[in-house]
């Protein structure tokens, strides 16, 4: 390239292009933020059109991939409550899918889910005994922490009467949860009761059928309030 050639080009005006491509880039920030910057390229691309002005839709693609917009994707609404550790050392499964206890404060299971609320995501944790599939402690959060299913521990703890000799030999069976279920404080206050841990097998929905179903079809919990239902 010859050097006039570059400097022609630094000092050549904007082409027509590039003014239309800065016109329609400020149209559709303005429209994407009014819309609560949900659109994405197909409903920004007939929302241009319902307002005068006309483009191309690979035009429109072309200038919200460049501005780093996008829209709302369908079902990431989803979250992850289980973080599995691989590599970590993690207790053997004492349960084996037999959801049975001969009595009270023999086997709990521990699990935990989502619900979504108009003020966002609330997590809820429960921990149930087996034999009686009552719902000993529970707790909902805005959170993912490990005070989270401590809390609902405790709860239950408290609501066994709080004796540390009358849960000596309970077995505590959840999912490999390595940021909740095998975190340092909840594994303590297991052994500090007398429990043993069990962990179920990884991506295995089976594993835990009194938590996964029995907590979330037995228990009605109104998002509104934040508090179980009557």
Not at 136 to 151: C, E, F, I, M, S
Not at 170 to 199: F, M, P
């Amino acid at each position: 390239m010859a050097p006039s050639t570059y400097y022609a080009a630094r000092s050549r005006p904007p082409s027509e292009r590039q003014r239309r491509d800065e016109q329609l880039t400020a149209e559709i920030l303005r429209l994407w933020h009014d819309n609560f910057e949900v659109y994405g390229v197909r409903k920004m691309w007939k929302a241009l059109n319902r307002h005068g002005v006309r483009a191309a839709r690979c035009t429109v693609a072309r200038l919200m991939r460049r501005s780093g917009l996008s829209g709302a994707v369908r079902g990431d609404h989803k979250r992850r409550t289980t973080v599995a550790e691989p590599l970590s050392p993690r207790p053997a499964d004492l349960v084996e899918r037999d959801f049975a206890a001969p009595a009270p404060n023999r086997l709990w299971v521990s699990d935990l889910t989502y619900i979504p609320t108009w003020s966002g995501f609330v997590y809820a944790a429960f921990v149930i005994d087996v034999y009686s599939r009552m719902i000993v402690g529970w707790r909902l959060t805005d959170h993912l922490r490990t005070d989270l299913p401590l809390d609902a521990l405790e709860m239950a703890i408290w609501r066994r009467g709080g004796r540390i000799d009358t849960l000596d030999g309970l077995v505590h069976h959840s999912d490999r949860g390595c940021q909740l279920y095998l975190s340092i404080r909840y594994t303590e206050r297991l052994a500090g009761i007398g429990a043993v841990s069990s962990v179920g097998l990884h991506s295995a929905c089976q594993n835990l059928p009194p938590a996964e179903y029995e907590a979330l079809y037995r228990t009605e919990i109104n998002p509104a309030t934040l508090t179980p239902a009557r």
